[in-house]
């Protein structure tokens, strides 16, 4: 048995590299209220290089820079509208109705996140006193509850391009926008070149203790940095968490490549068990169904947690894994020889 916990409930159980470790020891601090800290000002200036921006802002969650992106480019009374399942409609706690006093108008998203123009046709308000103003689009990518699924660049062009006909703002809550780009093989400025807000998560795939980035325009992250202030992220010496993005961006974003092959091999061995389904998985999440093996979700848990292996339900016998920094090619082994051992 391997004595070290398998955590793979989700990729924000990452622990920081060592250089990671040594980065937030020397750091150069300042006081990034008054924007002087040379360690953010350095990850700012290049992660908004790297995605294809004017500016960037330094968040403590992907939360945070969620309800920055939404309520600094719409008004109070606006409508958003977004996939059914994503991450800012179920696990943001009503933040963009509570603090944006916006109202959100799901779709039922083709092939679990996809929306497409003529979808858009139909979700965009008419202009009519009795209805809300549509003014911004968010999309996921990739889609957690899609099962880590990334937009292709043509569906991505093909909804900018209509947002945009529309007048409409574009915010793409990217937390895992790395592993879009990873996974697709192209540069991530391209996955949201026609984005007029971006967030990403730098505590997921990127393995660092804290912190996501928003991007866009100079006029966008300045209205930003005012809702951060307001939601209380002012943050002091804040470069002893930045320093660890750096490290990120300059050498966690290739090995995303790691998760996904871990993955696969995961999904494959999932498979050869009867009993178990698994769903198509093209990046680091694995979305599987355990019903055909007759017992509860909570004793399969339970099995698995007695062989070190820590995994999450999202319904009684959905289970979803995520493999991420740590999770090694022999922990893959071992989990399915485990498996193969309890139910094969």
């Known amino acids: 048995m391997i004595k070290e916990k398998i955590d793979l409930r989700s990729d924000t159980v990452t622990h920081p590299t060592e250089e990671m470790m040594e980065a937030i020891k020397n750091a150069k601090l300042g006081d990034d209220v008054f924007g002087d800290d040379p360690t953010v000002i350095e990850l700012q200036e290049k992660a908004a290089k790297l995605l294809g921006k004017e500016a960037s ?3 403590s969650s992907g939360t945070m820079g969620n309800i920055c992106g939404l309520v600094s480019q719409t008004n109070k009374g606006d409508e ?3 996939e059914k399942n994503s991450h800012i409609f179920l696990h943001e706690v009503a933040s963009s109705a509570v603090i944006g006093g916006l109202q959100l108008r799901t779709f039922s998203g083709k092939n679990d996140y996809l929306l497409t123009p003529e979808m858009l ?6 202009p009519d006193v009795h209805y809300p103003i549509s003014s911004l689009v968010t999309i996921e990518n990739t889609h957690n509850m899609a099962g880590g699924k990334p937009w292709k660049i043509t569906e991505l062009n093909d909804i900018f391009s209509a947002a945009k006909k529309k007048n409409l703002k574009i915010h793409v809550d990217g937390a895992r926008i790395f592993n879009a780009a990873i996974a697709l093989g192209v540069p991530v400025s391209e996955l949201v070149k026609g984005a007029d807000s971006v967030m990403f998560c730098l505590s997921k795939g990127l ?14 992250i300045d209205k930003a940095l005012r809702t951060r202030k307001m939601l209380g992220g002012g943050m002091r010496q804040v470069g002893i968490i930045a320093a660890p993005g750096i490290v990120a961006l300059d050498s966690m974003i290739n090995r995303l490549a790691d998760d996904h092959k871990n993955a696969q091999l995961l999904k494959k061995g999932l498979e050869e068990i009867n009993g178990i389904t698994t769903r198509d998985c093209e990046t680091n999440i694995l979305f599987t169904d355990i019903s055909g093996l007759k017992i509860t979700g909570k004793q399969f848990k339970a099995d698995l947690a007695k062989h070190n292996i820590i995994t999450s339900s999202r319904w009684d016998t959905i289970f979803r894994f995520v493999t991420h920094y740590g999770i090694e090619k022999e922990h893959i082994e071992y989990i399915l020889e485990t498996l193969h051992k309890l139910y094969g």
Do not use: T
């Open 80 to 82: 958003v509208i977004l």
């Open 121 to 126: 046709d139909d979700l965009v308000r008419s």
């Open 57 to 59: 802002l330094f968040v």
């Open 207 to 220: 393995a660092c203790p804290i912190g996501s980035m928003i991007v866009g325009s100079q006029e966008f």
